[in-house]
């Protein structure tokens, strides 16, 4: 009755982003509030505990359903534990922005990361980046530094002319 079609994993995988995005700004925006209600720095370490706690609830079914839970390996590798500090100063330095930022302002400055991820893949991984690429970062990085004091200069303006 009704006919198959067939989706490919580049189209799933897009998908799966748009969700992925889509649930960082619902839980971004959560934080922002919880923040704004309990206006203490406190709350913000308790949110990033529970995170860390479902997360790795939800990553251990997966392996363990998957059957590639294996502990010894977790528990016994530096690269995984020092990726697993990062990722925690990561999440509690996010949130401390989103706390501190404007919600736009924050996005914007998230939009870095890419620029950030090729030029450490040039030092750290010494990767050959073509100038092509080095060009469309350098304009990324323009828009980025454009949009976010266009942002502020609109703050300022209001700040000046509409305070109380």
Known sequence: MFPKFKINNELLGIFYMLLCQF???TNDAFVKVIY???DEIFALNQI???RGIFTLFFIL????IKKELNLKLIFTSNELRMRGILESLAALFFF???ALLPFANVY????MAPILLIAFSVIFLK???SWIIWR???LVFVGVVEVFYAVRVETIYNFIFFSK
């Open 23 to 25: 649930s960082f700004a």
């Open 36 to 38: 704004e209600n309990y």
């Open 48 to 50: 990033v505990f529970i």
């Open 61 to 64: 079914l997966f392996l363990y």
């Open 96 to 98: 401390i922005g989103i």
């Open 108 to 111: 914007i400055l998230l939009s």
């Open 127 to 129: 990767e050959q980046v």
């Open 136 to 138: 469309a970062v350098w």
